[in-house]
């Protein structure tokens, strides 16, 4: 949905989006063994249909992990 900006399961083209939040717990995940940080996710969600996708927001963030 993020580069099509088509929903995959229906078609529709009525998207949404979310940003990931700052907090743990808000639209985030841990990575990192021996020092985790908080990568933030953002969710693109159909508006006609309720399907979602994740995609990080901040791709420079898990490089070199």
């Known amino acids: ?3 099509s900006n088509q929903c995959p399961k229906c ?3 009525r998207l949404g ?3 990931g939040g ?3 717990g808000q639209d985030n995940m841990a990575v990192g063994a ?7 996710i953002g969710r693109y ?3 006609d ?3 979602t996708e994740e995609w990080v ?5 898990i490089q070199g992990m």
């Open 1 to 3: 949905m993020k580069n």
């Open 17 to 19: 989006y979310q940003p």
């Open 45 to 47: 969600f159909c508006k």
């Open 34 to 40: 021996i020092f985790p940080s908080l990568i933030r």
């Open 22 to 24: 700052k907090m743990q």
């Open 57 to 61: 927001d901040d791709m420079d963030a």
């Open 11 to 13: 078609g529709g083209q």
């Open 49 to 51: 249909c309720g399907f």
